[in-house]
């Protein structure tokens, strides 16, 4: 009625944050004079289909609406920029154009996931998976990491190998480099804040967008600054999304209270102690096990079909769960203890590799991939 009538849609508030009942009007034709704070000023920048006025101001309203009323030509070239302005702008189509045209670039300077990968056809017909940590599982014991490593090899058709390490992914690829440890299929790093796929370690960035909710380093190193027993590590074994210190378990708060006090500041985080001293501090989102069950999710493996081997505080929650678990002869006994009694953990006699390899057997792990 507004437009058939050659009227005016007139929007007097002191204040508007964005302006829906304008661009409402100038989709029906209506010219529009609108208040000069918030989001009128943009719209009318865009459409150039009114003018702008003081709320406070009375007779500048007035002038306005004179001059757009007794001019008819001015009021029909307001309605159709209008028109126009909100097609270009404001419609559905429009909102898509800008929106690919942002996210264009960025996508492209991303390294991605690319499926025509061999890698990636091979994780998509896995049926099963051994992930097991870095240090406290393959490290030692030459011999037993050659025969699990020959193991691997020799049942890779359908089977998947991960490792999970709270080393960066540079430390990591420098210490299997030295110990002839092939790369395996997924690679957890940074107690599972950052997650690698195949020979080229193409990085998960959902992943790590993932991490990023409520994580607030300069906030709780602050917070930790002045806690006794609590020493940061060189800035080399730092991350982006892991803070690490040296603990003094004699002078330092137990985790428990170390945890209560950064939740009475409002931070929600992951506190990991391993081997009595070195403790951890990663998002809410990010663990071990977290990262596991992700990968587990997104390839389409069950957790019972999945073995995991650990030996230390910062592999628990990788074996609870649904997942066949193996700890390591050579196991942090402390670190360990509360988990003694779950089911579906195997506690290993040999230790390193060898404790794997107990655990495979264990589990006739190998026999149930033949039949998978």
């Given at each position: 009625?507004?437009?058939?009538?050659?009227?005016?849609?007139?929007?007097?508030?002191?204040?508007?944050?964005?302006?829906l009942?304008?661009?409402e009007?100038?989709?029906?034709?209506?010219?529009?004079?609108?208040?000069?704070?918030?989001?009128?000023?943009?719209?009318?920048?865009?459409?150039?289909?009114?003018?702008?006025?003081?709320?406070?101001d009375?007779?500048?309203?007035?002038?306005?609406?004179?001059?757009?009323?007794?001019?008819?030509s001015?009021?029909?070239a307001?309605?159709?920029?209008?028109?126009?302005?909100?097609?270009?702008?404001y419609?559905?189509?429009?909102?898509?154009?800008?929106?690919?045209?942002?996210?264009?670039?960025?996508?492209?300077?991303?390294?991605?996931?690319?499926?025509?990968?061999?890698?990636?056809?091979?994780?998509?017909?896995?049926?099963?998976?051994?992930?097991?940590?870095?240090?406290?599982?393959?490290?030692?014991?030459?011999?037993?990491?050659?025969?699990?490593?020959?193991?691997?090899?020799?049942?890779r058709?359908?089977?998947?190998?991960?490792?999970a390490?709270?080393?960066?992914?540079?430390?990591?690829?420098?210490?299997?480099?030295?110990?002839?440890?092939?790369?395996?299929?997924?690679?957890?790093?940074?107690?599972?804040?950052s997650?690698?796929?195949g020979?080229?370690?193409?990085?998960?960035?959902?992943?790590?967008?993932?991490?990023?909710?409520?994580?607030?380093?300069?906030?709780?190193?602050?917070?930790l600054a002045?806690?006794?027993?609590?020493?940061?590590?060189?800035r080399?074994?730092?991350?982006?999304?892991?803070?690490?210190?040296?603990?003094?378990?004699?002078?330092a708060?137990?985790?428990?209270?170390?945890?209560?006090?950064?939740?009475?500041?409002?931070?929600?985080?992951?506190?990991?102690?391993?081997?009595?001293?070195?403790?951890?501090?990663?998002?809410?989102?990010?663990?071990?096990?977290?990262?596991?069950?992700?990968?587990?999710?997104?390839?389409?493996?069950?957790?019972?079909?999945?073995?995991?081997?650990?030996?230390?505080?910062?592999?628990?929650?990788?074996?609870?769960?649904?997942?066949?678990?193996v700890?390591v002869?050579?196991?942090h006994?402390?670190?360990l203890?509360?988990?003694?009694?779950?089911?579906?953990?195997?506690?290993?006699?040999?230790?390193?590799?060898?404790?794997?390899?107990?655990?495979?057997?264990?589990?006739?792990?190998?026999?149930?991939?033949?039949?998978?």
């Amino acid at each position: 009625m507004c437009a058939a009538s050659g009227g005016v849609f007139i929007n007097p508030a002191l204040t508007e944050p964005f302006g829906l009942t304008l661009l409402e009007a100038a989709a029906t034709g209506c010219p529009l004079l609108a208040t000069e704070n918030g989001g009128p000023v943009d719209i009318l920048e865009n459409c150039k289909n009114g003018l702008l006025f003081d709320p406070l101001d009375e007779k500048q309203l007035a002038r306005h609406l004179v001059r757009i009323l007794s001019d008819r030509s001015f009021w029909k070239a307001l309605q159709r920029n209008g028109l126009e302005g909100v097609r270009k702008h404001y419609s559905w189509q429009a909102h898509v154009k800008k929106y690919l045209q942002r996210i264009t670039p960025l996508v492209k300077a991303r390294p991605m996931l690319d499926r025509r990968e061999p890698y990636q056809r091979k994780m998509r017909s896995a049926t099963k998976a051994v992930f097991s940590d870095l240090d406290q599982n393959l490290i030692g014991s030459s011999a037993g990491r050659k025969e699990l490593i020959q193991l691997l090899k020799n049942n890779r058709k359908n089977m998947l190998f991960g490792i999970a390490t709270g080393r960066s992914r540079d430390s990591a690829l420098a210490i299997m480099f030295q110990k002839k440890i092939p790369r395996p299929d997924v690679l957890i790093t940074g107690l599972g804040t950052s997650i690698y796929y195949g020979r080229n370690l193409l990085s998960d960035l959902t992943w790590r967008h993932h991490l990023d909710y409520l994580w607030t380093p300069a906030t709780l190193k602050r917070l930790l600054a002045d806690i006794s027993g609590l020493r940061l590590q060189p800035r080399e074994l730092q991350g982006e999304f892991k803070i690490s210190y040296f603990y003094d378990e004699e002078k330092a708060p137990s985790i428990e209270e170390l945890n209560v006090y950064l939740r009475q500041h409002d931070q929600t985080v992951n506190l990991s102690l391993s081997f009595g001293q070195y403790l951890d501090i990663v998002p809410v989102r990010a663990s071990k096990g977290l990262a596991l069950r992700y990968i587990a999710h997104r390839l389409e493996i069950p957790l019972e079909n999945i073995l995991v081997a650990g030996g230390s505080g910062a592999d628990e929650d990788m074996m609870r769960g649904n997942t066949l678990a193996v700890v390591v002869g050579n196991r942090h006994h402390e670190e360990l203890s509360d988990i003694d009694d779950l089911e579906g953990v195997y506690f290993a006699k040999g230790s390193y590799a060898h404790g794997i390899i107990e655990g495979i057997e264990h589990y006739d792990f190998l026999a149930q991939e033949e039949d998978a």
